[in-house]
């Protein structure tokens, strides 16, 4: 059974940092891509990062690009998303998901339960 289980969210500040991480179960961690995506508050879904099976090729959202960066450890079955100069608008549940195959365009089969971050003052 693929677990993939979130942490490391929580409350910071506008323009502080976080460090998000992914555990995964349940399937070969280095034969797949991984995704970060997110959801704010009464919004829809929102891609963030993907990252392919060897960290080889890594995709930001635009928007994100100079802030947040994905990475992965395949020894350890994890994957990071470094998030830094956070802004109130970053506030939202982060979910991990799984992709297809060994690319990040890949589609998405499989999801963590999610961790909300919240900035604040």
């Known amino acids: 059974e693929v677990q993939l289980v979130e942490s490391g969210g929580g409350l910071v500040q506008p323009g502080g940092s976080l460090r998000l991480s992914c555990t995964a179960s349940?399937?070969?961690?280095?034969?797949?891509?991984m995704t970060w995506v997110r959801q704010a508050p009464g919004k829809g879904l929102e891609w963030v990062s993907g990252?392919?099976?060897?960290?080889?090729?890594?995709n930001h959202a635009d928007s994100l690009k100079g802030r947040f960066t994905i990475s992965r450890d395949n020894a350890k079955n994890t994957l990071y998303l470094q998030m830094n100069v956070l802004k109130s608008d970053d506030t939202a549940v982060y979910y991990c998901?799984?992709?297809?195959?060994?690319?990040?365009?890949?589609?998405?089969?499989?999801w963590g339960q999610g961790t909300l971050v919240t900035v604040s003052s």
């Open positions: 990252i392919s099976w060897n960290g080889g090729e890594t």
């Open positions: 349940g399937f070969t961690f280095d034969d797949y891509a």
């Open positions: 998901a799984k992709n297809s195959e060994e690319d990040p365009d890949d589609a998405l089969e499989a």
